[in-house]
């Protein structure tokens, strides 16, 4: 049994999710969007490792969800997670690799349950080598994998990025590792176990800038909103604000100089080829500064977009959610939540068109589906208040 009313894509999926505070839920939740019946095992007493539960984060992360408290560190409750596995078709858990071993609820161990099962297991560093045990966060991810160097103003030192990018992107490998397994299993009829981390997805994003290191053994710098070498592509300050502006190639260069008037810039032999506008890059962009900031933002969208030149504004969040594309692409879903009452949550970022993601309920309440979800396994009301009086739920 599911929530209801949810997508058809995934709806013939059952998920065990044991994840916690932001990777695997964000895997999670990709399944749960799109149909898959997830069951939120959670300990009896709460753990606030993602801040309040009445708080936006863990309301964005856990919608879609049916709660079921267990102990898994009681033989009971371990045994009656073996039971949800035996029908299950994935379990999802972001502990610290040694954390499923000591709990009984490896995959080799899973496995044995059932065949089919997969086990996605979302860590740090990797679930094994020299950094396996260490505890991994976002932050930490960020500098280890290179993201911090690269990020910020050139000479001031490294910077994260405004969101927590290595987390988002690790549960998003891990959700397309879930989907690639449960097609793989149409074929071979096998589960298996499928792992991403924090680290490998701060690789995974900096793409281009690894490359430029693992094939030309070029050290990418910090280049602050500059383009690494397209320019001028950066952010420039205009009389109300700032807005991005993105120019390429010889033909895209001469037509900014013809929309923006400046054909003295069109003229300067240093500004000629690609490669000379990146190597005097300070110069333009100082001569770009000082002109933007003649006039508003929305005078030089209108200038730009109309020589079909690629610009944009920088917005404040509150700006990103009144914009009309935005609002237009259905960028956010309203839920009722039984305690909080309606709330706007972000909706999917990925469409489908005849089987599209519906978000129809806000996080549950801790151990708001236990009683259903046991009755569901077959257990009678007397053995339920039991298990309750034993801390098993």
Aim: net charge negative; proline share 5%; aromatic share 6%.
């Amino acid at each position: 049994m599911s929530i209801g009313f949810e997508s058809s894509a995934l709806g013939r999926f059952k998920v065990l999710d044991l994840s916690r505070v932001r990777a695997g839920p964000v895997c999670v939740r990709q399944l749960a969007d799109f149909g898959a019946d997830v069951l939120k095992i959670e300990n009896p007493v709460y753990e606030n490792l993602a801040g309040p539960r009445d708080g936006s984060d863990f309301q964005n992360l856990h919608r879609n969800k049916r709660s079921l408290t267990l102990n898994l560190k009681s033989p009971e409750g371990v045994k009656i997670f073996y039971e949800l596995v035996k029908t299950a078709d994935v379990v999802v858990e972001n502990y610290r690799p040694d954390v499923k071993f000591r709990l009984g609820i490896d995959y080799e161990t899973l496995k044995a349950i059932n065949p089919r099962i997969i086990l996605v297991s979302i860590s740090g560093f990797g679930e094994d080598g020299p950094y396996a045990s260490r505890p991994g966060l976002d932050q930490i991810a960020q500098g280890l994998s290179g993201l911090m160097s690269v990020t910020g103003k050139a000479g001031e030192g490294p910077m994260r990025a405004g969101a927590a990018i290595a987390d988002v992107t690790a549960g998003l490998l891990g959700g397309l590792g879930v989907l690639t397994a449960l097609l793989e299993r149409e074929v071979s009829g096998q589960g298996q176990w499928v792992q991403s981390n924090l680290l490998s997805a701060g690789l995974t994003l900096l793409d281009f800038q690894a490359a430029r290191y693992t094939i030309a053994n070029d050290v990418p710098k910090q280049m602050g909103n500059d383009h690494p070498s397209y320019m001028p592509t950066s952010a420039y300050p205009t009389k109300d604000g700032f807005i991005n502006i993105a120019v390429t190639g010889s033909s895209g260069w001469e037509n900014f100089c013809r929309v923006t008037g400046r054909d003295d810039l069109w003229q300067d032999m240093q500004y000629k080829t690609p490669k000379g506008r990146s190597d005097n890059r300070q110069s333009l962009n100082q001569a770009l500064s000082k002109m933007t900031l003649e006039k508003t933002t929305a005078d030089w969208m209108e200038i730009l977009l109309g020589g079909h030149i690629a610009c944009g504004p920088i917005y404040q969040m509150d700006e990103v959610f009144a914009d009309p594309q935005v609002k237009h692409l259905q960028s956010t879903v309203a839920v009722t939540h039984p305690e909080l009452g309606e709330l706007n949550l972000l909706n999917q970022g990925v469409k489908l068109t005849r089987t599209p993601a519906k978000i129809v309920a806000s996080s549950p309440l801790q151990g708001q589906h236990t009683n259903q979800v046991l009755e569901e396994m077959g257990y009678t009301e007397e053995q339920i208040k039991d298990l309750r009086t034993k801390a098993v739920i």
